[in-house]
Structures are given as structure tokens and as C-alpha cells.
């Protein structure tokens, strides 16, 4: 790669963090000798002065809350780097309707909720499914018990055989992959999303991808241009009339959206319009290529965060482990063609070089004594039940014997009372 400095992106929080911490802040300084940096804003709109120490920002202009045009933009950001493969297919559609989306306030899941509630009181029994993603964190913790028990009192047992909430609580905030995922999403006829103001919609650009309509307030649809952002495409709800607009959008003949939509949140598209704009922009010495850009699963590794934890949002490593790697390894050695078929290069690069690497260590062993002691339980009662099912099988052979196998079952019968008694 000769002298060519390389690129990278880090997020808003991960910034919050460097302006709070001066070593870290420095080190961003020395970085910028052998990179590009780039910041991609996980939260819209931008109202603060963006921050001249980035080379470039992933932001649109109509983000930005200063009306002076700006040079240093990359009008893409996670959600416009959707995988091929929530791509439209022929499979069977087994939902009317898609809803998408953690147990956080601002994504209203109470109003969900209602708006179903509303829906099969009108009569509009559709088949529903709401992926609802739950933390076990003592700060949600309430309002996830709160939701599922709305649920099991707003909705008989009837209406809940053809409304499903699903709401895993493993790998928080990403229980399923987005392969799977994509199966959901190419199983269903339309799509919700009830947050009154959520820009940048990611879960809402895999709907767009999938070629079926998008149901939501004007917000939503700022992934697309706004020429584009119509129906049939899109269905703005406006003051607040989830239930019609639902109802208007699964009743829409269906269109092909490919040519008018999709080209906006695909993924291949988009990394050829990301290496372009980095050339026109950096000017480097020598253009890009697409073989010199790390480019799978964008969509989640744009918007991830170097934090000191290993959890499903986290590209495994604090940001200071991250500085540190780049600092003292040779970027310029890296072989990229190896790491272009990895999946998530930024683990797979950083996985020998962590500070906390004992203490991963001690958490894992703690974690399989977990295990281990678990399992020991899990083979005891194994082993009980299987006495159980033996005695009770003998007994039930024994019984057929006259009046002997009579008298046996007596015994035993007394003698279990005796035992539940003493209990």
C-alpha cells in the first residue's frame, strides 16, 4: 500500500468519550498521520458544530441543522448498506404485518400495542408479528414485564394465535441474524414502524429493501430521496392514525419498488457510491478500489461502538485498544485480500491485541463453572426422572396382577402421601 493512509469511522458516543477523556483525544491527533477518520452519526439531526478534527462525516445535509452547505459529507450512513439477501423473493407471506423494534420509549411500544388492539376490534383480524428485542438490564427491566403483561391482558388467547410478540432477550440488541432476520422480513406484506421521530431508520431500510410497503411517520422515510418517498413505497401516518394507514397500505396493489427504492438502501450500490465519494473527497495519491475497503456488514459495523464489552453491538474492544492497535501495528502490511472475506475484520484484527485479556479469561471460567454446575443439575434431574418413569412403569405392569398388584399400588400410595406430608 506504499505510504497510503487508510480510512476509518468511528460513532458519536465513541466522541463523547474522546471529548471527555484528554489521552484519548490525543491519540485521535496521532492518528490522523496514518488516517482518514470519519464519524458517523448514530442519532439525527446534528445540532451542534460538527467537528473539524474528522476528515469527513457520514450525514445528510438536511441533517445538519446549519443551512451552510457542507464539503466534508458522505450522504450515507448504516442503513443504506443493507445485505442482498433481505432482497424480495417469491417466498410465501405468513404476516400481514412486520413490526420491528427494541422496548425503548421513543419507539412507542405501548402504542403498538393499541394500535393492534384497535385494529382487531374493528374487525381487521390480520396476521401480526412484533420482533421486540428486551433487555434484562435492571434499567428496562420494568417496562419489558409491563409490555408482556399489557399483551397477555389486551389480547385473548384467540387473537394471540394470529398476533405473535416475540421478545428475545439473548444477544441483546441483536438476538436474531440479520439472515434470519431477513427471512422475517421477506415473509410479510408490510411494515410498521411506530417511533414518532426516528431518522436513519435501519430496521425500516430492510423493509425498503424487501420491496414492501413502509408504514410510519414523515421521519422514517428520510433513508430514501424525497421524490421517492411516496406511495407506494411509503405510507405517512399523519396525526397519529396508525390503524388507517395500516389498513390503506396492506389494501395497495403490490408494485415493484426495485427501480425506485431499493437502489437507495442496497449494499452494493452503495459501497461503489462510498468509494467514489472517499476519492473525490480525500483526494488520496492513489483512488481506492473496492477490494481496498472492508465492506461487509456495513450496516452494523458503521454503527457500532468500541466499548469495554464483547456484547452483540460492540466491536469487541475499548476504544483505547482500538487507538492503541492502530498506532503501533502497520496498517500498511495488513493484507486486506485475507481480511476481505472476513465478516467482522475490526474482531478479527483486534482478538490478540486486548488490555483485558486475563479478565476475559477469568469471566469465561466463571462462566463455564456456570455452566458446569447447571449441567450437574440438569443430569441429576434427568437421572430422578428416569427412576420415576421406571417405577411408576412397573407399577403400572403391576397393577395388573389380581389382587398382589392391588395391594402393592396401595402401599406405594400411602407411602408417597406420607412423604408429601412430611415435605
Given at each position: 500500500m506504499g505510504d497510503r493512509k487508510g480510512v476509518i469511522s468511528l460513532t458519536t458516543p465513541e466522541l463523547?468519550?474522546?471529548?471527555?477523556?484528554?489521552?484519548?483525544?490525543?491519540?485521535?491527533?496521532?492518528?490522523?498521520?496514518?488516517?482518514?477518520?470519519?464519524?458517523?452519526?448514530?442519532?439525527?439531526?446534528?445540532?451542534?458544530?460538527?467537528?473539524?478534527?474528522?476528515?469527513?462525516h457520514f450525514l445528510c445535509q438536511r441533517d445538519v441543522v446549519s443551512a451552510?452547505?457542507?464539503?466534508?459529507?458522505?450522504?450515507?450512513?448504516?442503513?443504506?448498506?443493507?445485505?442482498?439477501?433481505?432482497?424480495?423473493?417469491?417466498?410465501?407471506?405468513?404476516?400481514?404485518?412486520?413490526?420491528?423494534?427494541?422496548?425503548?420509549?421513543?419507539?412507542?411500544?405501548?402504542?403498538?400495542?393499541k394500535c393492534i388492539r384497535n385494529l382487531y376490534s374493528k374487525g381487521e383480524q390480520i396476521r401480526?408479528?412484533?420482533?421486540?428485542?428486551?433487555?434484562?438490564?435492571?434499567?428496562?427491566?420494568?417496562?419489558?414485564?409491563?409490555?408482556?403483561?399489557?399483551?397477555?391482558?389486551?389480547?385473548?388467547?384467540?387473537?394471540?394465535t394470529t398476533f405473535t410478540l416475540l421478545n428475545p432477550n439473548t444477544n441483546f440488541p441483536f438476538p436474531f441474524d440479520r439472515y434470519s432476520l431477513a427471512m422475517f422480513y421477506r415473509a410479510s406484506r408490510t411494515y410498521a414502524h411506530f417511533a414518532a421521530h426516528e431518522t436513519r431508520c435501519r430496521v425500516a431500510a430492510y423493509a425498503f429493501s424487501t420491496e414492501i410497503p413502509v408504514v410510519g411517520t414523515s421521519s422514517i422515510a428520510n433513508i430514501i430521496p424525497t421524490g421517492f418517498a411516496d406511495r407506494p413505497a411509503f405510507f405517512e401516518v399523519m396525526d397519529d392514525n396508525f390503524e388507517e394507514t395500516i389498513i390503506e397500505a396492506l389494501s395497495a396493489p403490490k408494485v415493484s419498488l426495485e427501480e425506485s427504492v431499493r437502489r437507495f438502501v442496497n449494499e452494493d450500490n452503495s459501497v461503489d457510491i462510498l468509494i467514489s465519494k472517499l476519492n473525490f473527497m480525500l483526494s488520496p495519491n492513489d483512488l481506492f478500489s473496492r477490494n481496498q475497503i472492508l465492506s461487509k456488514n456495513l450496516d452494523i459495523r458503521l454503527g457500532w461502538h468500541h466499548f469495554d464489552n464483547d456484547g452483540a453491538n460492540s466491536a469487541g474492544s475499548s476504544l483505547r485498544d482500538f487507538f492503541d492497535f492502530l498506532l503501533t501495528s502497520n496498517h500498511r502490511s495488513i493484507d486486506l485480500r485475507n481480511m476481505q472475506e472476513s465478516d467482522y475484520p475490526e474482531r478479527d484484527l483486534l482478538s490478540n491485541f486486548k488490555d483485558d485479556e486475563l479478565d476475559i479469561i477469568s469471566s469465561q471460567n466463571e462462566r463455564t463453572e456456570i455452566y458446569l454446575n447447571s449441567r450437574k443439575k440438569e443430569i441429576e434431574g434427568v437421572r430422578?426422572?428416569?427412576?420415576?418413569?421406571?417405577?411408576?412403569?412397573?407399577?403400572?405392569?403391576?397393577?395388573?396382577?389380581?389382587?398382589?398388584?392391588?395391594?402393592?399400588?396401595?402401599?406405594?400410595?400411602?407411602?408417597?402421601?406420607?412423604?408429601?406430608?412430611?415435605?
Open positions: 463523547r468519550a474522546i471529548n471527555g477523556d484528554n489521552q484519548l483525544s490525543n491519540l485521535l491527533i496521532k492518528l490522523k498521520d496514518s488516517y482518514y477518520i470519519g464519524l458517523h452519526h448514530n442519532w439525527h439531526p446534528v445540532d451542534f458544530e460538527l467537528d473539524n478534527r474528522f476528515d469527513f451552510m452547505k457542507r464539503s466534508d459529507l458522505i450522504e450515507l450512513d448504516a442503513c443504506n448498506f443493507v445485505p442482498q439477501y433481505f432482497n424480495s423473493t417469491n417466498e410465501t407471506k405468513v404476516w400481514d404485518l412486520l413490526i420491528v423494534g427494541r422496548n425503548v420509549e421513543f419507539k412507542q411500544p405501548f402504542r403498538t400495542l401480526v408479528l412484533y420482533i421486540c428485542p428486551m433487555s434484562e438490564s435492571e434499567t428496562n427491566g420494568t417496562q419489558d414485564s409491563n409490555l408482556r403483561l399489557s399483551y397477555e391482558s389486551m389480547f385473548t388467547q384467540n387473537e394471540k430422578r426422572g428416569n427412576f420415576r418413569f421406571y417405577i411408576y412403569r412397573l407399577l403400572a405392569n403391576l397393577s395388573k396382577v389380581p389382587i398382589i398388584g392391588s395391594l402393592i399400588l396401595k402401599i406405594y400410595m400411602s407411602i408417597k402421601r406420607i412423604i408429601t406430608i412430611e415435605r
